[in-house]
């Protein structure tokens, strides 16, 4: 029977072949989400895999990390600082929204969460440039546990042309990733987006992905009360997410 990464790699072939594309493109972040579909689009494609190394005011160990995944798979990788893209276009934002009436304004908690959804967004524009270049896919890093909740950023990381490690919880990611001979040190990396400094995946969601895995797996009745309740709100609310734009009924 054939093993997970065949199944997959297997499955990213036919999406290719289907689309009529040479190959896949691949956001390096330097987390085991990243280095994981990496691996399985060299697995599916060998020779017609680009990664992309896009750092924007980041923590510099993960653009350390990135090239060392690079370096473990021989990945051809190129690198686009977005900081010089990122600080402009938030200063011209800004002067423009600084001139709607006051009532208009966002509370601060929901500024800084627009000005950091900017990133993966401005990140999404690169990939595609890249991919549209050489006639190549994107190939997204996102798992189960994340989609589940909506834990992405619509039409940033979240717009991508194929998801496929999205039927994965984190932990087989991780499995996967130690079967695929990711470094070890990425494999035990706390998971973060680098939205900001500091910035973990855990700390932000308010629970952990064990959590979250026990959830999805046995239901809500397999941790406490008040956890199951923020994941089904967060589950609610990131409906839109994961469909299309709706479109109004006509008679």
């Not at 690079?70 to 276009?89: K, N």
């Not at 800004?94 to 009436?101: K, S």
């Not at 969601?205 to 994941?231: H, K, N, S, W």
Request: charged letters at 20%; glycine letters at 10%.
């Amino acid at each position: 029977m054939p093993t997970i990464a065949e199944q997959i790699s297997s499955w990213m072939r036919r999406q290719a072949q289907a689309a009529g594309a040479r190959g896949f493109v691949v956001g390096l972040s330097g987390g085991v989400d990243s280095a994981v579909v990496v691996r399985l689009s060299q697995l599916a494609l060998p020779g017609h895999v680009v990664g992309v190394i896009m750092p924007c005011h980041s923590d510099p160990r993960d653009e350390a990390d990135a090239q060392l995944i690079a370096r473990q798979f021989d990945l051809p990788a190129v690198q686009v600082d977005l900081g010089t893209t990122y600080d402009p276009f938030v200063s011209r934002v800004n002067e423009a929204t600084a001139q709607l009436p006051a009532g208009e304004a966002s509370d601060d908690l929901r500024g800084r969460l627009a000005l950091a959804n900017v990133k993966p967004r401005l990140r999404m524009t690169t990939l595609f440039f890249v991919a549209n270049s050489l006639n190549y896919l994107v190939a997204g890093t996102g798992n189960r546990s994340e989609i589940a909740i909506g834990y992405y950023t619509k039409y940033g990381d979240g717009g991508v042309d194929l998801l496929p490690i999205g039927g994965l919880l984190k932990s087989e990611v991780r499995a996967l990733g130690r079967e695929l001979k990711v470094p070890d040190a990425i494999l035990g990396k706390a998971p973060s987006a680098g939205l900001w400094l500091g910035q973990t995946d855990e700390g932000e969601m308010g629970f952990t992905y064990d959590d979250l895995e026990r959830y999805l797996t046995g239901g809500p009745t397999t941790i406490a009360p008040a956890l199951a309740m923020r994941v089904e709100r967060l589950v609610r609310a990131s409906e839109h997410k994961r469909a299309l734009p709706p479109i109004p009924g006509l008679s």
